[in-house]
């Protein structure tokens, strides 16, 4: 897995002066404390249950992330852009009902289209998103909720009573998510592959990078001249690509596709990416370290049940880790800005 | 100065514009989502007002794929027994107030029979009282209303039977004796809890089962994805585990698929209450050698029976009375007006193709 640096634009020049130095820009990584807690999870479970990296396991464990991996890809593209999308629970169960009714309605019908249509559903009700939240100009918590609804309504009216399930799927895409290739699952490849676009587009690509100008002060960003709306129109429509992706993939992994697919997976998503480094207020984060909080957070709730700890602990375990995640993030900063402070005092 | 302030100005009516269309567009969008689904609100008349014995059927709520089946069997019954109207009607949301009015048009209409499952026990009692004063019999079925406001409940099972048959199905297929787990619903479902409680206090006590050993008990919540990472877990952390018994339609149905998909299909039994449109595929592959479940329509069947015995006054809904319900034979009235219509089917390979729902 590639680790992207993520210093915001415009703080790079301070890395001059003794301090900088491999070590140094390790440290500084937002990615850095949720992957040693990921390390450190795997190990303290494995030593207490060796079962839990067995071929089965770690198929087991790679699997389960990979749904929420990439709706957390996708939020943190809205995220950085200082926006939320709380309807990506929504949209991925539109999506995967949508897939379980075009098996089940269009005998034959190749798989390949079926991801096409299913991501196209997605981009729509995505730029839905965008367009609401860049012209009306009110906070996107608002509008993603209300949509939220609205798709989840439409979902209800559409699915009724009916519902999917893997038998009227065909086999071979019910083994995307059970076939491996050297112990990684098909789905769980797709992902990475997917992460690593979206990696390399916000980190070596000017409009990737212009996400992170707009999510630090979207009025400078107006005044340098990036195209604000456009930019988070954009980032909402990928958001919705990646959680049409993701409802596909939902419905080759699960049984049953219905009216309540994926139902309160939004706040998991906002989740992983707050504990993988994804500021809220915006402005900084990595697609990546969104991914390995992902990763983390379903790797707990296998590792509590591998160990036998009470189920009941698993949400507040869940909950002081996105407290730490935040409070970690606020003394960064704090120190950020103390450090700019001193360098720009010595420049003056 | 004046050209900025202008473009300004320009900038927000074009914005404005926009952003109605939008709110035009978001409600178009839900307008025609909306559309699809409210249709009908009544459906199936078979045969007109012809026959003067009238039965009507108010489900929790139409479109429901479990209701089908049910509704399927009332209209069957109500044939065979002999009455000449069977109606449909409900609502298409399971609200608690939402039946009120489709009882008072059938009291109107002077239905002889009203058989209802109910979505809150009293919000249709003073609807239902009504209509037993226009001569109305009431039977409640699926759902009990409180009882003061009905004839006669027909249920699914006893509690007791749904727990023996799974220990039972559970003991065949791991061959009495090894480490078993419940994955059930939420912690807190009264059915489940019920269910299992008569679980542990059969195997604790029948001698068949002394060398089965229960190690867990987990709680999926009826939501697939966590179901389905709750019966990772179980395997997991008790690598000597022969079977699960998951009394929960979406838990049985995860567990399958991840046994299905896993290492442990076929090397791990798989037992408990499901439907068998959703298990076919994995009782199909092996995964799953048999599962119970009630068969909902002979839930409608004996309703309609049981209506015909009011109407005809061969029952009065007091503990004792027995009346003949065609096929399924002889039922009997227990204490307050609660009618068993018997024990669990159980699905296997050889007879899951008889049943759709």
Redesign the interface.
């Known amino acids: 897995m590639t680790i992207a640096p993520t210093v915001p634009p415009g703080q790079s020049e301070r890395t001059d002066g003794a301090r900088s130095g491999r070590l140094g820009a390790l440290l500084r990584l937002r990615e850095l404390p949720v992957t040693l807690a990921l390390i450190a999870l795997v190990v303290i479970t494995t030593i207490a249950?060796p079962?839990?990296l067995s071929p089965?396991?770690m198929?087991?464990l790679l699997l389960?992330a990979t749904i929420v991996m990439i709706l957390a890809v996708g939020q943190a593209l809205v995220i950085i852009t200082r926006n939320v999308d709380l309807s990506v629970g929504s949209i991925l169960g539109l999506v995967a009902f949508g897939t379980g009714t075009l098996f089940a309605n269009v005998p034959g019908i190749p798989i390949v289209v079926v991801f096409v249509v299913g991501m196209l559903l997605g981009a729509f009700l995505g730029a839905?998103n965008g367009?609401?939240v860049t012209?009306?100009?009110v906070p996107a918590l608002v509008i993603t909720l209300g949509t939220l609804y609205?798709y989840r309504?439409?979902n209800?009216?559409?699915a009724?009573?009916?519902?999917y399930?893997?038998?009227d799927r065909p086999e071979a895409f019910?083994s995307l998510?059970?076939d491996t290739v050297f112990g990684f699952p098909l789905i769980t490849l797709i992902a990475v592959v997917v992460i690593a676009i979206v990696a390399i587009y916000l980190n070596g690509v000017r409009a990737g990078r212009d996400l992170y100008a707009i999510g630090s002060d979207p009025d400078a960003a107006l005044l340098f001249g990036i195209p604000v709306s456009r930019r988070v129109l954009l980032a909402f429509l990928f958001n919705g690509v990646l959680a049409g992706l993701a409802g596909v993939l939902y419905a080759s992994r699960?049984?049953?596709v219905g009216a309540t697919?994926g139902t309160g997976l939004e706040l998991s998503v906002v989740a992983a990416a707050v504990v993988g480094g994804v500021a809220i207020s915006g402005g900084s984060g990595s697609v990546v370290g969104a991914a390995i909080g992902a990763l983390l957070l379903?790797t707990i709730?296998?590792a509590?049940?591998?160990?036998?700890v009470d189920?009941f602990w698993q949400q507040a375990i869940v909950g002081m880790l996105i407290l730490s995640a935040v409070i970690i993030d606020r003394i960064a900063s704090v120190r950020t800005a103390r450090k700019l402070r001193i360098s720009e005092a010595r420049d003056v | 100065m004046e050209f900025i302030r202008n473009h300004g100005r320009k900038g927000i009516a074009a914005r404005r514009l926009v952003s109605v269309a939008a709110v035009a567009a978001t409600v178009a969008l839900l307008a025609t989502g909306c559309a699809s689904g409210s249709s009908s609100t009544s459906t199936g008349t078979d045969g007109a007002a012809a026959g003067d014995l009238s039965i009507t059927f108010i489900p929790k709520q139409l479109n429901n794929p479990y209701t089908d089946v049910v509704l399927g069997g009332g209209k069957k019954g109500a044939t065979e027994a002999g009455f000449g109207a069977t109606q449909v009607v409900g609502p298409l949301e399971a609200s608690a107030s939402s039946q009120v009015s489709f009882i008072n048009a059938e009291t109107q209409a002077g239905t002889k029979v009203i058989v209802i499952a109910a979505n809150d026990p009293d919000a249709v009692g003073p609807a239902l009282t009504e209509a037993r004063a226009g001569g109305a019999k009431i039977v409640a079925f699926d759902s009990d209303t409180n009882p003061k406001y009905r004839d006669v409940f027909i249920s699914q099972v006893v509690a007791k039977d749904v727990a023996l048959i799974q220990t039972k199905l559970i003991s065949d297929q791991i061959g009495g004796s090894g480490e078993i787990a419940i994955l059930s619903a939420t912690a807190n479902a009264t059915n489940q809890n019920g269910w299992i409680k008569f679980m542990e206090e059969e195997l604790a006590s029948n001698p068949a089962y002394k060398d089965i050993k229960l190690v867990a008990k987990v709680y999926g919540d009826d939501d697939d994805t966590k179901s389905f990472q709750e019966a990772q877990g179980l395997l997991q952390a008790h690598p000597n585990l022969k079977g699960i018994i998951s009394p929960t339609t979406v838990g049985i149905a995860a567990t399958a698929r991840y046994l299905s998909t896993s290492e442990y299909k076929g090397k791990v039994a798989l037992t408990g209450l499901g439907l068998p449109n959703e298990m076919r595929p994995f009782v199909k592959d092996g995964t799953v050698t048999a599962f119970a479940l009630w068969d909902p329509a002979q839930l409608g069947y004996v309703a309609a029976f049981a209506g015909k015995a009011l109407v005809d006054g061969t029952i009065t809904g007091k503990e004792g009375d027995k009346f003949t319900a065609g096929a399924l034979g002889e039922k009997t009235v227990g204490a307050d007006g609660l009618v068993v219509v018997g024990p669990p089917t159980t699905f296997t390979k050889d007879n899951i193709d008889e049943y759709d729902f």
Do not use: H, M, P, Y
Not at chain 1, 160 to 163: F, L, Y
Not at chain 1, 304 to 308: C, H, K
């Open positions: 249950n079962l839990f089965q396991g198929k087991d389960n839905i367009i609401l012209v009306a100009k609205i309504g439409i209800n009216s559409w009724g009573g009916t519902q399930f893997a038998g019910g998510s059970v699960f049984n049953s697919t379903t709730t296998s509590l049940t591998a160990v036998r189920k």
